[in-house]
């Protein structure tokens, strides 16, 4: 069965400094998806990106990057130079190819204080 | 960009009664989900829903529950007989394919 864990519940940072998000999963499928999602304070779910199992690759998308690791099933999240807007609970989930529902961690709580 | 729209967003209900959660999904999609957040608490899957049957359902998604896809466009939830623990955000979601999935806005549900 798919599992995903965000160890971290809280993270409290000071604008401007780098945070990463972790996230590990588990799964018994070779072809996957991971992803994340940012929940705003107020409550809609925000995509911010998908990875498949064969993809490897590290992404950067602006002052957000991604680095994926199969050795270890890791999927974490960083966000450089935080700002306050970024204060949000963090989701990342994981879906199996051979069927579509999104398993999502318990999320981790992300507060940048000015 | 088109988009998932939920209505409405947030529904009041008395403990016992039905509750209808309506969702528009994008309209060249073809798969259907509905997820469920207790306040506080992580996103739960409840069911998939393709070539209008279920495809997966959730252990949480009991007899009280039921979806249906009544005209083409819309895509319901429906609780039987609503209790106090199904207070919660609802998510509907569609996809093209398999993935990626669009979410609404979700329809916050309180059950008093």
């Known amino acids: 069965a798919q599992k995903v864990t965000q160890a971290q519940t809280e993270i409290s940072v000071v604008e401007k400094e780098d945070v990463t998000l972790d996230c590990v999963y588990e799964?018994?499928?070779?072809?996957?998806?991971l992803f994340w999602y940012k929940q705003p304070p107020s409550g809609e779910l925000v995509f911010l990106i998908r990875r498949n199992s064969f993809d490897e690759q590290n992404e950067i998308s602006g002052r957000y990057s991604w680095n994926f690791q199969k050795s270890t099933s890791s999927f974490n999240f960083t966000i450089t130079a935080s700002q306050v807007v970024d204060s949000a609970v963090y989701f990342c989930?994981?879906?199996?190819?051979?069927?579509?529902?999104?398993?999502f961690g318990a999320g981790t709580r992300l507060t940048v204080k000015p | 960009e088109p988009e998932v729209t939920q209505t409405p967003s947030h529904q009041v209900t008395q403990m016992g009664q039905e509750v209808i959660l309506r969702c528009v999904p994008i309209?060249?999609?073809?798969?259907f989900y509905w997820y469920r957040q207790i306040l506080g608490q992580k996103v739960e899957f409840l069911v998939s829903?393709?070539?209008?049957?279920?495809?997966?359902k959730s252990e949480i998604f009991d007899d009280q529950f039921s979806v249906e896809r009544p005209d083409g466009s819309n895509f319901t939830l429906k609780i039987r007989s609503t209790k106090l623990e199904d207070s919660a955000m609802y998510f509907c979601?569609?996809?093209?394919?398999?993935?990626?999935?669009?979410f609404g806005d979700g329809t916050r549900l309180s059950i008093l």
């Open positions: 829903f393709y070539n209008n049957e279920i495809s997966e």
């Open positions: 979601a569609s996809a093209m394919g398999v993935q990626p999935q669009h």
């Open positions: 309209s060249n999609h073809l798969y």
């Open positions: 799964t018994r499928d070779t072809t996957y998806y």
């Open positions: 989930a994981l879906s199996e190819a051979r069927n579509n529902d999104m398993r």
